[in-house]
């Protein structure tokens, strides 16, 4: 089956910087896609998602992108933070009706003090 | 508000042995699923349920049986335990809100299989 991946499985980024995590996705129908936060020890936690008919989304210090051209999905975290460390992974809603999700492999962010 | 809520949060299990892994959400969320996640890699699907009375397959169903008698619960069901099912074992609900529906996930549990 399709499923969800990402370009780079450990970043570190510097306090104060911008985070860049990417993921590229292979299902052209998928819909919907779910950026998620987990922490160690913990279950992951929803940051933002987006829908297909979007290029860009923008919550609190983050902001999710979508490029449906070439199936590419990045999560921008402004002004990094030591709470932000944690793996990041990126899911996709197969646009089957039955709402199951596909996760990538996950990016682990380093916040660097 | 609990959320999701899944019991054990470890447990050793002994190769051949059964065991059954409990999830309970209070939201009224139709959809639930299960998830295995192995280390270094994504969350693979076990499971899912989109209501009381109705579940399925997702990318990794053998090993594993679910019932849902109730929206409430998602028991997931591990008949003769293999050291293959090692894992940390995720359980989730999600609603069909027009704001989106992202899944809500528990705390997950710890399997060890020895």
């Known amino acids: 089956g399709e499923s969800v991946g990402l370009h780079l499985p450990t970043l570190s980024v510097q306090e104060g910087d911008n985070s860049i995590i990417n993921c590229a996705y292979s299902n052209s129908a998928s819909d919907y896609f779910i950026w998620y936060k987990q922490e160690s020890g913990k279950g992951p936690q929803f940051i933002i998602d987006i829908r297909s008919n979007m290029d860009k989304r923008q919550g609190q210090r983050v902001t999710v992108l979508l490029n449906k051209t070439v199936k590419h999905l990045s999560l921008q975290i402004a002004a990094t933070q030591p709470g932000d460390s944690a793996v990041y992974f990126c899911a996709e809603r197969m646009a089957s009706g039955t709402y199951k999700y596909i996760f990538g492999t996950g990016t682990r962010l380093k916040v660097l003090a | 508000n609990a959320g999701v809520t899944q019991t054990p949060k470890f447990r050793i299990l002994k190769i051949g042995q059964s065991m059954t892994l409990q999830c309970t959400q209070d939201?009224?969320?139709?959809?639930m699923y299960w998830y295995r996640q192995d280390p270094g890699m994504g969350l693979k699907l076990i499971y899912y349920?989109?209501?009381?009375?109705?579940?399925d397959k997702g990318e990794v169903p053998n090993g594993y049986n679910v019932s849902r008698s109730t929206t409430e619960d998602f028991p997931l069901r591990l008949e003769l335990a293999a050291p293959s099912q090692t894992s940390v074992y995720f359980c989730?609900?999600?609603?069909?809100?027009?704001?989106?529906?992202?899944?809500?996930f528990g705390q997950g549990t710890r399997l060890t299989v020895v």
């Open positions: 349920s989109v209501g009381a009375g109705i579940t």
């Open positions: 989730a609900s999600s609603s069909e809100g027009l704001g989106g529906t992202e899944a809500f």
């Open positions: 939201m009224n969320h139709n959809y």
